[in-house]
């Protein structure tokens, strides 16, 4: 069986770009169906398809996140890839910064009957920082 390392790890660069700039956009999100198996799930449960997250990223039009990755670690054996990432809030108008917040997310991955690697389950932990939760939860509109 021939190593997916580098496939995982090229997938993974090309997918916080693509997520920042055209995954929350109507026109383009679907750039993403590159990425998301079409029944995703989150860990908390909340969303549990592609569809319902795509509605998610479009709930807060005057806020672009964009996630730059900082590291990327890859368990080829059981299909997984973590990142450390700082991601960003930024206010579409003006091009402020209203958050900015470090994230440990690990994603499950499966190759589908095409042979892409698609994200299926994303399980992220933030930053333990009780000031910037509540600016989060604020920004987005989220009910503590």
């Known amino acids: 069986m021939a190593s997916m390392y580098d496939d995982i790890v090229r997938f993974m660069k090309e997918y916080f770009p693509a ?3 055209k ?4 026109e383009t999100q679907y750039v993403m169906d590159k990425f998301y198996a079409p029944d995703i799930v989150f860990d908390d449960g909340v969303i549990t398809s592609r569809e319902q997250w795509y509605k998610a990223c479009l709930s807060h039009p005057a806020i672009q996140d964009k996630i730059t990755l900082e590291h990327l670690f890859v368990d080829e054996k059981q ?7 700082k991601t960003q809030a930024i206010e579409r108008a003006s091009g402020k910064v209203l958050l900015e917040i470090k994230m440990n997310v690990l994603y499950s991955l499966k190759v589908d009957k ?23 939860m604020q920004i987005y ?3 503590r």
Do not use: C, H, T
């Open 23 to 26: 995954g929350q956009v109507k």
């Open 141 to 143: 509109g989220m009910k």
């Open 114 to 136: 095409n042979k892409d690697i698609k994200i299926k389950n994303i399980r992220v932990f933030l930053e333990s920082n009780p000031q910037k939760a509540a600016k989060l």
């Open 79 to 85: 299909q997984e890839a973590g990142a450390l990432v």
């Open 19 to 21: 997520y920042g700039e």
